[in-house]
């Protein structure tokens, strides 16, 4: 190699800045790299056959292992950083096990030996690894699997002890990575498996910090204060509102045992899982291999988990809950199994009495105003129309029904009423000044109470004037003016 | 000692511009020193940094091609595979040829470089790779202050970066912000190589890595505390720990720093463990 001068002053800087340590740990770790290489392949043990793990998304679980011998299971984990759904309208940065919150449903045998690959995808900011609860061994694998973006690496465990256990990242800062979605179930099966059942299904709770509040529409950073702070703006399954609700609900047949794979990855919280309207016939508490009978609400920790069995007996919606209930109704810790089937009236009868209920007596009460806004004022009578179906929505519906209807026996209709009708007059006065006492709508005869409904005249005309343009009324337009005076008339009486 | 050697030589020797920067080089900014408590180190308390000079921008894919002219043995598929791993230069086509992406990223920071890799270059520009604490050290600069490490804006701005995916292509260099030393983009552009990068010996297991710290701090828990907090330098440090000079990252970068002519360069020092 020929050198000018120049050459040899740079190499000696060089050396003078890169003293001794910086290299000689750099050449260090390459040779490590290259020894990890050959103990993967070394590792291999002969005798046991090699099976790789199939892996699913929630609620899915893969199927029960049948096998009745161990086996080399070959685990294939991918991290991405994926910007999805948190709620409608609202999107977070989740970062997975396998593209999705929770991760991958791994399944495997008690005394198997696995192999794990943990790729972190190239397009991730930040370097990951995992701790798998299911691991004997420092770290849980992840003192093993810490990998930069655009690597693999890669580890053997031996499942020791059956049970539902927890993986996680456990990356400093280790709450955040949680906090954004890094956790999944691992399932090891007892050596004598399962007991069968119908449908099983995969639900882990997790609990999310974002900078704007429950609901605040767009895509939402992390909030580290929140998080420190314990107090989420969502606590939800499967990683985000609705996952588990309306087309996404679980299903289940009248008759069919549903086994529940629950988690929770925390990061703070400790979940109080419940089925509304079901009783867990069985619990695993805790993943572990004792059932619990007969339970109503069981508590995941938080890096925990539970399994739930119950037989579906009743047809009906099932609602799942955290049943730290605010979390239910207001952070969106909510979830639905469908159960389809026969009815069967001994077990459960559905509604047979419905009726009226007055503790204090049949006065008129007066409804407390829900909002002040400045009301909108109507300057045509398609306006009047557009105004007055929301205030019906808001202050009608909920007796007289959507399309005005009504229920019979309790609340009269609205729809080609003859009472209404009749006189519209008397109907201003009735929505101005509530109604008790016995009245007769299209023949039928109603005795219970309206309120007082706290509307401005402006209001009253334009939800009239939608009521009498819809369902087969007479139609016509009310004005704020004939409100005043049919009022004026009403309370001289 | 003699393959460290010959390993420096061979690096060295595959420098073809070594002509010595005489006065301030151009597109660089000057760092005054002081003195700033890094999350992990080996002394308690406050670390001195030295003033300094530093790029003020992350090096760019055209500048990266312009030393691959003059130093083919970089180029890719030429690199021999201990300096760089098999995704070197990854988002380019081949060799010095940045590929059907070059109107897009000329012009955007260099990434899926090793730390070899940047060295080199660096030695090239007869410069040097910033040391962590240098690189921290001006990290702490928000647009107006030295040191925004109290601004809850600009922390979160830089949580908010260090949580996002990489975007399909790099902004332009230009695009980062300017921070108070004028550098650009030191958050939010990319990870950026540092001369001591594998000195804090984080293991990635966040739980132990505390037990670590412990130790390393050893009599100064009070302050270790409030760096719990910290969870940007935590990322930092986590990424740099994840890393070996032989690897290459989708979005780890580098830029070039230089000691000031009458600062006294001290060796590296050793990591205490």
Redesign the interface.
Known sequence: ?K??P??N???MA??????????????T??S??ETTALTDKAATPLELPIVKAELTDAPLVPAPITRKHAAKVVVQLEV????KKMADGVDY?FWTFGGSVPGKFIRIRQHDEVEFHLMNH??????H?I?LHAVTG??GG??S???????ETVFNFKALNPGLYVYHC?????G??IA?GMYGLIMVEPEEGLPAVDKEYYVMQGDFYT?GAFGAPGLQ??D?EKA?DENPSYVVFNGSVGSLTGDNALTAKVGETVRLFVGNGGPNLISSFHVIGEIFDNVYAEGGSTANKNIQTTLVPAGGAAITEFKADVPGNYVLVDHSIFRAFNKGALGMLKVEGAEDKKLYSGQIVQKIYQPEGSTVQEMPMSKTPLAAVASSKDMRLELGKTLYAQNCQACHQAEGQGIKGAFPPLAKSDYLNADVNRAIGVVAHGLEGQIKVNGELYNSTMPKLKLSDEEIANVMTYVLNNWGNKGGEVTPAQVRSAQATASSH | ?L???L???M???V?YK???QKSLPQNMVNVKGGTFVPLYGDENGPVEVQSFLLDAYPVTNAEYAAFLEKNPKWNKGEVKK?FADE?YL?HWANGQNIGPDAGKISNSPVVNVS??AAKAYC?CQGK?LPTVAEWEYTALASETKANAANDDKFY?RS??W?????PKYLPPVQQGFRNYYGAYGMIGLVWEWT??F??AL????????ASLDRQLFCGSGSSGAKDV?N?VA??R???R????????????GFRCAQSKKNAS?K?????AI
């Open positions: 190699m050198r000018s120049i050459h002053a740079v190499v060089a050396l003078a800045i890169y003293s001794a340590g910086i290299l000689s740990s750099c050449s770790q390459t490590k790299a991405t950083e994926v910007v940065t190239p397009d991730s900011k930040n370097p690894n701790d420092p770290g992840a003192a699997t810490f990998t930069a973006p655009g690597h456990a990356t400093a800062p280790v955040m990575h954004n900078k950073p992390f580290m420190l | 000692m393959s460290r050697l390993i420096v030589l690096m060295a020797g420098c070594a002509q010595a201990i995704n990854r730390w070899f030695e040097r979160q949580l908010d260090y949580s996002q995916p990489n001369q001591d594998n000195s984080l293991i990635g297991e966040s739980r132990s890595d907090k969870y935590f990322m440090y986590a990424f720990s994840s890393l070996k000079a032989n690897y290459t990252v989708g979005n780890l360069i060796p590296a020092k050793r990591p």
